[in-house]
């Protein structure tokens, strides 16, 4: 399985929030993988994007965003974890927020952790998949890179699939640009339109 370097995770995040879709997140629990494609993510920058959790700048919250590429980025939101993978060009700021994915590996074992049987429901939103894939707080700061990670990504197999655009989910206030991307047509997306 193909993982990426920092360089793929080192570009603008729309780059990296678009290129990501596709890919398969793996999330090592237990010796079980757990996995998924992924069909749903997020832009977000710096100081400009009001959406941002790094809008007011560098505090000791946000500090991951001002940092290295490559490394999780989880903080709560009503009651739910969500998995953000600090992306930005040399000297910005800035992460994907991983919105939802197609379960593929380990799905009894997702059940479990969310008490859902049906799999349409599973993964469709970006606290149902952090819960499905047992991801908290403690996975914050690791390196996806990493080849013994607990949690990667990697090469999914080539396909064709067309990618819809959006405002993002949820945010008071947003930019002009869409910055929500997904698969169109995939039953996992959180939000079809």
Known sequence: MKRFSKKFYGRDPALVAKGLLGKILVRTLNSEFLSGKIVETEAYYGRNDPASRAYRGRVRFNELMFMDVGKIFIYMVHAHWLL???????????????????????????????????????????????????????LSGIDVTDMNGQLTLVEGEKEFFEVCLSHRIGVKVDLQQELRFFIKGNRFVSKPS
Request: proline share 4%; aromatic share 2%; net charge positive.
């Open 84 to 138: 953000n993978i600090v992306v930005h060009s040399k000297g910005g700021v800035g992460a994907v927020l991983i919105r939802a994915i197609e379960p593929f590996l380990g799905v009894e074992t997702m059940r479990k952790n969310r008490t859902v049987r049906d799999i349409g429901d599973l993964t469709n939103g970006p606290g149902k998949l952090t819960r499905a894939l047992a991801i908290t707080k403690e």
